[in-house]
């Protein structure tokens, strides 16, 4: 061809970098999506802080200390799940299971229902009103729901196709910018909530954990969520320690975990005939008994349980029964129907489990305090993975490496003995089966309209 006829060698570079950049985008939008989240868990941790701040200031600065939770509490806990119930469908409880339900959905309409940026609003909101009014929940599950929503509507903007694997991400980068454990961020989303090791998808989840990571880490800085710890295994009262917490949170985690699958199946059967009345009855009831217990405990079963926890870390004994008065709040939280974890009530729950072991057997306190929270958490989740690494990371404690793992491992065996099916995967059926209903009703109704043409 005739050099005349040639298009010119600047042109010919335009459409090479205008197709490198239709070929950057995903990855572009994807890279910004992973560092909003950082962003967004960052900004839902100081304000979660604010909440419970703000409820213990009311409740202490009242002459009648023990009436404002009896009032307020109550209240909260019936506002959530109205509002829950009727702006943000799909918000109540943890969010994992949403997470995990979505990445088993395969309609883009189906999926959108659980996981979406209204929903993730609603999610922080409404988990910020229940700190507020003293409910015993956590952030860091609900921030697995905002994570997975934000990746979910990445992949909407950036056409990228891989729905299933970036809410895997999303979810993982969510964990990781909560608790600042990257690594935990990870495991989680293999062990949990994949339950499979896929190549493909986890090379998104690590993408996505360190930039969300180094979002949270630019803006608060490094730091281990229960500080560093040093307990160590010295004598043998530490090993039997070891041994208890290990086989007793297994089981008590299984307990709960058994208990709350089978109030679900109760509660959705007591509540069908109507639903929204009988909800917001039980979310009244359920927060009467929260700031019941609140008050019986002077106040130490209120939030999230976290400075309960990292006193008890940082070798405190805590109330002999704390244990079972935050798991009993914790218990209640969930049930009742408002957004919510179970993350940080249930590690509060391990440690003061850990730290009535401790005091009874002679141990060390702190070492039995990481212990418990490792064979709890175990226990309530079936992932003695995620387990090991989270608690490893959160507290610093490499000197306990060891009884960590096998703490998580047994409470594992243990829970796994007494409870078949994991609870965010029983709880995500509830969720699938939902959306299974909902599209044979589309689909039956669109066969009905067919047949009457």
Known sequence: MSSRFRKPKLFRRSRVLWGSFNLWRPRLVFWTGALAIGVISVGFAKLADLAQRIFAGLAQSSEWTWLLPLLLTPLGFVLSAYLAATLFPNSQGSGIPQAIAARHLHHEEDRTKLLSLRLAFGKIVLTILGLLTGASIGREGPTVQVGASFMLAVARFGGMAQAKGLILAGSAAGIAAAFNTPLAGIVFAIEEMSR????????????????????????????????????????????????????????????????????GIRIRRWAHPEPLKRMLILAGLCGLAVAAIGVVSGGQTFGTGYQQARSAVEGQPLPLLFFFEKLLAGFLSMISGIPGGIFAPSLAVGAGLGSTIGTLVGGSVALAAILGMAGYFAGVVQAPMTAFVIILEMTGDHQAVIPIMAVSMI??????????????????????????????????????????G
């Open 196 to 263: 499979t090791y896929e190549a493909r998808a986890n090379g998104l989840v690590l993408m996505a954990v360190i930039l969300s990571g180094l979002a949270a880490l630019g803006l608060s800085g490094s730091y281990n969520y229960f500080g560093t710890a040093n307990a160590a295994p010295t004598i043998l009262r530490d090993w039997i320690v070891m041994l208890i917490c290990g086989v007793g949170g297994g089981a008590l985690g299984a307990t709960f975990s058994g208990l709350a699958l089978y109030a």
């Open 411 to 452: 409470g594992y065996v243990t829970s796994r003995l007494l409870s078949r099916e994991p609870l965010y995967h029983g709880l995500s059926r509830v969720f699938i089966a939902a959306a299974i209903r909902g599209r044979r009703n589309v689909e039956k109704g669109l066969h009905q309209r067919e047949d009457r």
